[in-house]
């Protein structure tokens, strides 16, 4: 049987604002490299993955394109939208793999062992995200910053990461609603009625939000051993 074609989408159209840099996180550099370079090597040397799609800011095309060039995938840019489901959408349109991953570039430390887990999920099951147990106890407050009393119920609470992987018609036709705002991916299929499956997600995996998630992605790549500017460009 062949392989069914991988399509990777992804989503680097965000602003990146809680960064508080002043411009788009992804182009942040991480030990001499911007935080893109990373999600795209990974993909891009993954023999998981057939093709690359990168869903860029519309004004971005000057800072990306060099970040694509002598890659061993080959790359198309596309623009990405006004809501991350915009983007997707954009993605996912211009995909040509019978499965599709979904990937928030300010991801930029997921492996390709959590790529394998994903797209055997997907495989099997259509839909398929990588989740990690919430561990810590989780409260609310009040309108006056104080605590609320009541704990929020741990079990069966999940962090989300990605890539999250479905076939592409399944995820084509979920994000094809106007009216519907969702946080992820994963959202839309849910609410189209298909389940999806879980795999166990990466503690590494960090997701680059704040400037204290800049310094933890610079420990990080030490501890990886990166070496600065090796794939800068």
């Known amino acids: 049987m062949v392989a069914p074609m991988v399509t990777a989408v992804l989503l680097a159209a965000g602003s ?10 992804i182009y942040l550099k991480i030990r001499g490299k911007p935080l893109l370079s990373y999600t795209l090597a990974t993909f891009s040397e993954s023999p998981l993955v057939d093709e690359i799609v990168l869903v860029i800011a519309g004004d971005d095309e000057h800072r990306a394109t060099p970040l694509v060039a002598g890659l061993a995938k080959q790359v198309r840019i596309v623009h990405g939208g006004r809501r991350r489901q915009d983007s997707s959408r954009a ?12 990937h928030d570039v300010a991801r930029p430390f997921l492996s390709r062992e ?7 999920g997907v495989e099997e099951h259509g839909a398929c995200v990588p989740v990690l147990p919430v561990v810590d106890t989780l409260r609310y407050r009040n309108k006056n910053e104080l605590l609320c009393s009541q704990p929020v119920e741990q079990r069966g609470l999940l962090q989300m990461q990605t890539p999250q992987g479905f076939e592409r018609e399944l995820i084509a036709r979920a994000l094809d609603c106007n009216d519907c705002r969702f946080t992820d991916d994963a959202g839309a299929v849910l609410a189209s009625g298909r389940p999806v499956w879980t795999v166990p997600g990466d503690a590494m995996n960090l997701k680059v939000t704040t400037k204290e998630d800049l310094s933890l992605a610079e420990a990080i790549a030490l501890v990886r051993g990166d070496d600065p500017g090796s794939r800068e460009r």
């Open 16 to 25: 990146g604002s809680r960064v508080g840099a002043g411009e788009n996180k």
């Open 91 to 102: 993605g996912v349109e211009q995909a040509r793999g019978r499965i599709v991953l979904i």
């Open 114 to 120: 959590l790529i394998a887990r994903v797209l055997s």
